[in-house]
Structure formats: structure tokens, C-alpha cells
């Protein structure tokens, strides 16, 4: 498949498998643009993983005409939303950061998490309910401060480094108010469809919440139901990708999509069909600057 020049889309590697050479061929042959990849990928975590092959590591990039286009960081499911992650979370973020910074990325990706949920129903009686409803407060003002300070830490890191410190969840509103609060160059949004449908929301309705905000789009597919989110094939669905497309042009975004095709059965062909559904999404909505699609064989 020829190579998607007109945009930047590119793939997140770290389940086509631990042999980082393979993977980026892989992505190559695939029509992408360029990578991201997880700072846990085993061979970035390797203790032989020096400056020597890191240099081997963007030679192998440029040769094969693909971009760094993020690292991604996180700690378990809940991001920094759990105290016990914050400290992984930020260790995790600043060997991102240095990495970002001597092999040239784009972009630090950190998932801070969702919001805690609200209490359940209870047959407690009133006074027991105004002193849960004091604990929820209290619980959330502290998780509130925690989330603050992980954040500044990490900006704190990213305007030293030089680097741009893109944040998600699956709580849009929720993640406005956080970057909001946080007044910035180096840090905006990521659009994370998987987190926004596992968290129950829509891509597009999350996409008009951010807007203005967003520098990364992280494309995937999923169908939830029954309180189960399950990753599926790009565009069968419950994403909508044509209108969520449709809206960030609106917005003039210029910022990369990574493809992310994890908890797929077959990875690789996910990637190709993923690579083929966006080749032609574009080319419908720009069929005079479209790639052109080319069956390949890997």
C-alpha cells in the first residue's frame, strides 16, 4: 500500500509483537505514516537499549520514511485516578519524555484515568447518606488536588524537555476541565475513541466538547454493551468515524491519528484493514489529495 503522505496517520505498534524491526517494516509496508509506541514495549525497556541503539532505533525509523509520532505512558487501568498509580505514572512519563527528547517525538501520551463514579443507591438512612455524601465530596477534592499535581509534575517535565504532553480519558468534560486548569502550550487532548466508548460517551460529541484543544486523534473501534467494551475491526462499530472526521475538519485539526488496534485477535490484519478504511474515508471526503490504495501482501 503506498505510503498515506497527505496525512499523518500512524500506527501504534505494540501488539504486532517484541521485535520492534519487524513491527516498523510492518507499518512501512502498510501505508503509515509513522508510529507510536508504549515506553513499556520490551525492547524500549531492554537493559541493552543504550544511545547506541537508540540511534540504530531512528536510523531504522528514517529508512523507512516513518515518523515517531508518540510514546505513550500510562499505570494500569485507571491511569493517575488511583493514588497507587500516580507515583508508576509519573516514572513512566518522565523515561517518555527523555526518550521523546533524544529520538525526536512528537508527542508524550499520558492516560490520566476517569473521574471517580457517584455513589450507588442505598437504603442507608438520611444521616448516613449526608455523611457518604461528605466522603464522596472529601474523596473527590483529594482526587481532584492529586490529579493537579501529577499534571504539573508532568509539565513541569514536558516544558523542560521541549516536548508536548498530550492527556487523555474517556471522560471528555471531565478532561477540558483538567487541561483548563493547567494554562500551557506544551499540553492538549487527546481524542481516545476506545476510553470515550468504554466510558459510555460518543467520539463526536467528545471531539465538540474538546475542540480547539485536541492534538492527537487515536482512532480505534469497539462495541459496548451490557457495561462490556469489546475492540472490533475500524469502522464496525459503534465509533462513527466518517462524523467524527467530519467534525474535527471542521476544527481545522492538523494533528496526527495513531491507529490502535490492541485487544485485536489479529493485529496485523487489523492493521491493513484499518489502514484501507481510512485510505478511503479520506478519499471520499478528498478524493483529489487521497492516497491511493494498493492491495500488499505481508
Given at each position: 500500500?503506498?505510503?498515506?503522505?497527505?496525512?499523518?496517520?500512524?500506527?501504534?505498534?505494540?501488539?504486532?509483537?517484541?521485535?520492534?524491526?519487524?513491527?516498523?517494516?510492518?507499518?512501512?509496508?502498510?501505508?503509515?505514516?509513522?508510529?507510536?509506541?508504549?515506553?513499556?514495549?520490551p525492547q524500549l525497556?531492554?537493559?541493552?537499549?543504550?544511545?547506541?541503539?537508540?540511534?540504530?532505533?531512528?536510523?531504522?525509523?528514517?529508512?523507512?520514511?516513518?515518523?515517531l509520532t508518540a510514546?505513550?505512558?500510562?499505570?494500569?487501568?485507571?491511569?493517575?485516578?488511583?493514588?497507587?498509580?500516580?507515583?508508576?505514572?509519573?516514572?513512566?512519563?518522565?523515561?517518555?519524555?527523555?526518550?521523546?527528547?533524544?529520538?525526536?517525538?512528537?508527542?508524550?501520551?499520558?492516560?490520566?484515568?476517569?473521574?471517580?463514579?457517584?455513589?450507588?443507591?442505598?437504603?442507608?438512612?438520611?444521616?448516613?447518606?449526608?455523611?457518604?455524601?461528605?466522603?464522596?465530596?472529601?474523596?473527590?477534592?483529594?482526587?481532584?488536588?492529586?490529579?493537579?499535581?501529577?499534571?504539573?509534575?508532568?509539565?513541569?517535565?514536558?516544558?523542560?524537555?521541549?516536548?508536548?504532553?498530550?492527556?487523555?480519558?474517556?471522560?471528555?468534560?471531565?478532561?477540558?476541565?483538567?487541561?483548563?486548569?493547567?494554562?500551557?502550550?506544551?499540553?492538549?487532548?487527546?481524542?481516545?475513541?476506545?476510553?470515550?466508548?468504554?466510558?459510555?460517551?460518543?467520539?463526536?460529541?467528545?471531539?465538540?466538547?474538546?475542540?480547539?484543544?485536541?492534538?492527537?486523534?487515536?482512532?480505534?473501534?469497539?462495541?459496548?454493551?451490557?457495561?462490556?467494551?469489546?475492540?472490533?475491526?475500524?469502522?464496525?462499530?459503534?465509533?462513527?468515524?466518517?462524523?467524527?472526521?467530519?467534525?474535527?475538519?471542521?476544527?481545522?485539526?492538523?494533528?496526527?491519528?495513531?491507529?490502535?488496534?490492541?485487544?485485536?485477535?489479529?493485529?496485523l490484519a487489523a492493521?491493513?484493514?484499518?489502514?484501507?478504511?481510512?485510505?478511503?474515508?479520506?478519499?471520499?471526503?478528498?478524493?483529489?489529495?487521497?492516497?491511493?490504495?494498493?492491495?500488499?501482501?505481508?
Amino acid at each position: 500500500m503506498e505510503k498515506m503522505t497527505n496525512r499523518n496517520i500512524s500506527l501504534h505498534i505494540d501488539t504486532l509483537g517484541d521485535d520492534m524491526r519487524q513491527s516498523i517494516t510492518a507499518a512501512a509496508q502498510l501505508g503509515y505514516s509513522g508510529i507510536a509506541v508504549g515506553i513499556g514495549h520490551p525492547q524500549l525497556s531492554a537493559s541493552d537499549f543504550g544511545t547506541t541503539a537508540r540511534r540504530q532505533w531512528v536510523k531504522m525509523l528514517q529508512a523507512h520514511q516513518l515518523e515517531l509520532t508518540a510514546i505513550r505512558a500510562g499505570a494500569g487501568v485507571r491511569g493517575c485516578v488511583d493514588p497507587v498509580n500516580a507515583e508508576v505514572l509519573i516514572h513512566q512519563a518522565r523515561r517518555a519524555f527523555e526518550l521523546a527528547r533524544e529520538c525526536c517525538a512528537g508527542a508524550v501520551v499520558v492516560y490520566l484515568g476517569e473521574p471517580s463514579q457517584p455513589p450507588s443507591k442505598s437504603s442507608a438512612t438520611p444521616s448516613a447518606l449526608h455523611r457518604q455524601g461528605h466522603a464522596v465530596a472529601d474523596s473527590d477534592s483529594r482526587q481532584a488536588s492529586m490529579i493537579d499535581a501529577v499534571l504539573d509534575e508532568l509539565l513541569s517535565a514536558a516544558d523542560r524537555i521541549g516536548i508536548t504532553l498530550v492527556v487523555s480519558s474517556g471522560d471528555p468534560a471531565w478532561l477540558k476541565e483538567i487541561i483548563r486548569g493547567h494554562c500551557s502550550k506544551t499540553v492538549g487532548a487527546a481524542l481516545d475513541t476506545y476510553r470515550i466508548l468504554a466510558a459510555g460517551f460518543s467520539p463526536e460529541d467528545a471531539a465538540c466538547q474538546l475542540a480547539g484543544m485536541i492534538k492527537l486523534w487515536i482512532c480505534a473501534d469497539a462495541v459496548r454493551g451490557g457495561g462490556v467494551t469489546q475492540n472490533v475491526q475500524l469502522g464496525t462499530g459503534q465509533a462513527h468515524l466518517q462524523a467524527t472526521v467530519k467534525i474535527l475538519e471542521e476544527q481545522y485539526f492538523s494533528g496526527a491519528t495513531i491507529v490502535d488496534i490492541r485487544g485485536l485477535a489479529e493485529p496485523l490484519a487489523a492493521a491493513r484493514h484499518a489502514a484501507q478504511k481510512l485510505a478511503e474515508l479520506f478519499a471520499a471526503r478528498q478524493p483529489a489529495s487521497a492516497p491511493r490504495v494498493v492491495a500488499n501482501q505481508l
